[in-house]
């Protein structure tokens, strides 16, 4: 078993990213489907036999499976010269030898390449530089859901979390760092012997730390003279915003080094985990973003944080507050809350905002439960924007105070949710776990109203 808690305490150690764009940045490129040698490959494969009918997603475990079942996984092998995946492919039968999970990730990515899907394969590593084992997946861009997901070809596996949404990597790093329980996809096995779900994350736990992408994901990427290479790095972690150039073997090879998760996932969805302070495997969870879930309707490329309340959001909270009850709240009874929230030992108030603008509000307090000796974290105000609704920004939010309850030691979360609400707020919670367990009785004194 890998030593998950030992691997997870360094990511949370280096949780954020500088998000400082990078003078070296240019746009990825993904290789047409029109050019010959991606057509002569999925004509020689049958690849569209392979992958078969239905959805994207569907279609691409087909071709994970494929690859799994196809290529032998050989960590201690060389890899094969040029990296192609019919050349591998004739490699491997001839020699009767496997490959590392590199060459597996490589042909795989070459697979969805030819069909026209944005693809790469990207190098997972820990956190030292001079290490002995890294691991290699394949990412793809699912259209339908309008996110990137990673597939491992070596393992035949995926992962999701505890909603059943399939992750992309950066999704599953922001998992890790804020405890939220993953599951492995059903059938995992290494060339046939069953694997452990509980191994495989624990294993890539410590593979999540950073991540190298070549700028150029083709058909045989990594056989040309010319390589360059973008390697993600955290916060405080060096080198970032520095190229290094080395000749390797009969390739030169350019480094460029980057803290900027929005420009490596290349518009997928990022999630920002920041946190203000770390003691030891411990989260000051004022700080802290969650990944929002991105197969609903309507996601777009968008990188959230979510960061208490202050004073100059008072104006944009009193438009989400006047949305939430339908009148007009002024800027200034807004400032007065903010300023009570800032106070209070049980009370605080949160924003979720983009790079632009204020998106949703949170209210959360602890709530001291006498008949049990139990307490309870209470979500006393959710709000997103109207026009931001339906993108996964309320799941976001109720993510996040459910951690902060955690955090404080509470056995559970609670809400109070208006009649008026039914219809769509009421599935929304009951979707999310969240039961129906009495009424709220509530009397007004005289002038009150």
Request: hydrophobic share 40%.
């Amino acid at each position: 078993m890998e030593r998950r808690d030992d691997y997870i305490y360094f990511l949370r150690l280096f949780a954020g990213y500088e998000y400082t764009p990078s003078p070296h940045a240019v746009p990825f490129e993904y290789q047409s489907a029109e050019a010959p040698e991606l057509r002569r490959l999925r004509q020689e494969l049958h690849v569209d036999e392979i992958s078969g009918d239905g959805s994207q997603w569907d279609r691409l475990l087909r071709l994970n499976h494929w690859v799994h079942t196809t290529l032998r996984y050989d960590g201690s092998s060389m890899n094969p010269e040029p990296r192609e995946t019919l050349h591998i492919l004739t490699v491997c039968r001839t020699e009767e030898r496997g490959v590392n999970c590199r060459m597996l990730a490589t042909v795989l990515n070459e697979l969805c390449l030819s069909l026209g899907w944005k693809s790469r394969f990207v190098s997972c590593m820990p956190v030292g530089e001079d290490f002995m084992d890294n691991h290699v997946v394949t990412t793809v861009y699912i259209e339908e859901w309008k996110k990137w997901v990673f597939v491992d070809p070596t393992w035949d596996a995926y992962v999701e979390d505890s909603h059943g949404q399939v992750l992309s990597l950066e999704e599953l790093r922001a998992a890790y760092i804020t405890g939220q329980l993953l599951r492995v996809s059903d059938g995992i096995n290494l060339n046939g012997e069953p694997g452990s779900g509980e191994a495989y994350l624990a294993y890539m736990a410590k593979n999540v730390f950073r991540f190298a992408v070549n700028l150029r994901s083709e058909y045989g990427a990594e056989s040309k003279p010319e390589i360059t290479q973008y390697w993600l790095h955290p916060l405080a972690y060096r080198p970032t915003n520095e190229v290094r150039v080395k000749k390797v073997g009969k390739h030169l090879l350019r480094r460029v080094y980057v803290s900027d998760p929005v420009f490596f996932w290349d518009n997928g969805l990022v999630p920002v985990v920041t946190a203000k302070a770390v003691t030891g495997v411990r989260w000051d969870v004022a700080g802290i973003a969650f990944c929002a879930f991105s197969r609903f309707r309507g996601c777009t490329a968008v990188s959230l944080e979510i960061r208490p309340a202050r004073i100059e959001y008072a104006e944009a909270l009193s438009r989400l507050m006047g949305q939430l009850t339908g009148h007009e709240v002024s800027p200034q009874t807004m400032e007065e809350r903010i300023a009570f929230a800032l106070n209070s030992s049980v009370d605080s108030l949160y924003v979720c905002h983009n790079a632009h603008e204020v998106l949703g509000v949170l209210g959360f307090r602890i709530r001291e439960n006498l008949e049990e000796s139990s307490r309870y974290g209470e979500i006393s105000v959710i709000v997103v924007d109207k026009k931001a609704r339906r993108r996964g920004i309320g799941r976001f939010l109720m993510d996040f105070a459910e951690r902060l309850a955690m955090e404080e030691g509470c056995i559970g979360t609670w809400l109070v949710s208006g009649f008026g609400r039914k219809e769509e707020a009421h599935r929304f919670y009951q979707d999310l776990g969240y039961q129906i367990t009495g009424y709220r009785f509530v009397k007004k004194f005289g002038g009150n109203d």
